[in-house]
């Protein structure tokens, strides 16, 4: 079956959530070094998400609907929440303050899932159903955008 926008970028949300949890669980065990390394892992993994939704299938839904100040809008300003987030997790890391980490980390987890099931349940599928043939063309782009 083809891939769509819906499958692979559903995909890459699991793939997200999948680091995330392994970043959460070195900094439960306190290993500071692997929490770093899962740190940057899982922002550079969030930020490339984002990348591919903003650069690529943000501006095809866009300028297939003529919709620019609706749902991408929204998904735009949440990316910018969440990004704050984890900028304000990388403090913790540095000052290996657990606590104040885990605090972030769940209402980070909250903000993503509930980010993610409005982009699953509505905007990919309304992102396939409006570009009909062209959003293979569409992951195809996506997959070739940069880390
Ligand atoms: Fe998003
Ligand atoms: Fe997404």
Same mark, same amino acid.
């Given at each position: *079956?083809?891939?769509?926008?819906?499958?692979?970028?559903?995909?890459?949300?699991?793939?997200? &959530?999948? @680091?995330?949890?392994?970043?959460?669980?070195? @900094?439960?065990?306190?290993?500071?070094?692997?929490?770093?390394?899962?740190?940057?892992?899982?922002?550079? &993994?969030?930020?490339?998400?984002?990348?591919?939704?903003?650069? @690529?299938?943000?501006?095809?839904?866009?300028?297939?609907?003529?919709? *620019?100040?609706?749902?991408?809008?929204?998904?735009?300003?949440?990316?910018?929440?969440?990004?704050?987030?984890?900028? %304000?997790?990388? #403090? &913790?890391?540095?000052?290996?303050?657990?606590?104040?980490?885990?605090?972030?980390?769940?209402?980070? *987890?909250?903000?993503?899932?509930?980010?993610?099931?409005?982009?699953? %349940?509505?905007?990919?599928?309304?992102? &396939?159903?409006?570009?009909?043939?062209?959003?293979?063309? @569409?992951? %195809? #782009?996506?997959?070739?955008?940069?880390?």
């Amino acid at each position: *079956m083809a891939e769509t926008i819906s499958s692979f970028l559903t995909k890459d949300h699991r793939a997200c &959530d999948e @680091v995330f949890a392994q970043m959460e669980n070195e @900094v439960a065990s306190e290993n500071w070094a692997n929490a770093n390394k899962k740190f940057e892992e899982f922002r550079g &993994d969030l930020e490339h998400h984002f990348n591919m939704e903003e650069q @690529v299938m943000f501006p095809a839904f866009e300028q297939q609907t003529g919709m *620019m100040g609706g749902p991408t809008a929204m998904m735009r300003m949440e990316h910018e929440q969440m990004r704050n987030v984890v900028e %304000q997790m990388k #403090k &913790d890391l540095d000052e290996k303050n657990k606590n104040h980490f885990f605090g972030l980390s769940e209402s980070l *987890m909250m903000i993503i899932q509930q980010h993610n099931m409005k982009e699953e %349940q509505m905007l990919y599928a309304m992102a &396939d159903n409006h570009l009909g043939a062209s959003s293979a063309q @569409v992951v %195809q #782009k996506m997959k070739e955008l940069e880390r």
